[in-house]
T-cell receptor, first 112, second 115 residues
Framework: KQEVTQIPAALSVPEGENLVLNCSFT??????LQWFRQDPGKGLTSLLL?????REQTSGRLNASLDKSSGRSTLYIAASQPGDSATYLC???????????FGAGTRLFVKA | NAGVTQTPKFQVLKTGQSMTLQCAQD?????MYWYRQDPGMGLRLIYY???????DKGEVPNGYNVSRLNKREFSLRLESAAPSQTSVYFC??????????????FGQGTRLTVV
């Protein structure tokens, strides 16, 4: 059974700092891994999608990496801003089915 | 662009009452999903519909039923609400190609409280 873990559960950093959020999964047989952002009381916004054949994806100040063999993904945020404060969720889609399994998220707070 | 639209946004039910959560997507996606989100537990899949006319159970289907009304709409029904069903419910859709390497899009959520 696929399990997705995100560490840390919460993170507070000063504005301008570069930071890394971690996501680990137990079953490497995945189709893709997706990072989402969720603002309080809101839905999920897709940030980056990494296919199983890819090693990383970049969008602006965000860079996500994927290492299937070790069951890990990282989301790197460069030059953090207060507007980056949100909960970040990673989710993996397994092969052989339509199910996407989510981690519990990392709550990020960027202090001005 | 509307994307995935859920109604209602908020609902309070008494134990034993029934209700239906509505979801519609305008992206012509084949697959649709219902998740619930509880504090500290991430999102858990309740039911999904891989394509129009099919539905399957996810991780936590007990106490729920679904209907894939057409390609656009996927509803979630609580027949007899229980306090344990207090949660935030999200609908999602994706284009399920042969390799399923597709992005999922989410609605804004329905915050349900059962008292």
């Amino acid at each position: 059974k696929q399990e997705v873990t995100q560490i840390p559960a919460a993170l507070s950093v000063p504005e301008g700092e570069n930071l890394v959020l971690n996501c680990s999964f137990t079953d490497s047989a995945i189709y893709n891994l997706q990072w989402f952002r969720q603002d309080p009381g809101k839905g999920l916004t897709s940030l980056l999608l990494i296919q199983s054949s890819q090693r990383e994806q970049t969008s602006g100040r965000l860079n996500a990496s994927l290492d299937k063999s070790s069951g890990r993904s990282t989301l790197y945020i460069a030059a953090s801003q207060p507007g980056d404060s949100a909960t970040y969720l990673c989710a993996v889609r397994n092969t052989g089915g339509f199910k996407t399994i989510f981690g519990a998220g990392t709550r990020l707070f960027v202090k001005a | 662009n509307a994307g995935v639209t859920q109604t209602p946004k908020f609902q309070v039910l008494k134990t034993g009452q029934s209700m239906t959560l509505q979801c519609a997507q305008d992206m012509n996606h084949n697959s649709m999903y219902w998740y619930r989100q509880d504090p500290g537990m991430g999102l858990r899949l309740i039911y999904y519909s891989a394509s129009e006319g099919t539905t399957d159970k996810g991780e936590v289907p007990n106490g729920y039923n679904v209907s894939r009304l057409n390609k656009r709409e996927f509803s979630l029904r609580l027949e007899s609400a229980a306090p344990s069903q207090t949660s935030v419910y999200f609908c999602a859709s994706s284009e399920a190609g042969p390799n399923m390497n597709t992005e999922a899009f989410f609605g804004q959520g329905t915050r349900l409280t059962v008292v």
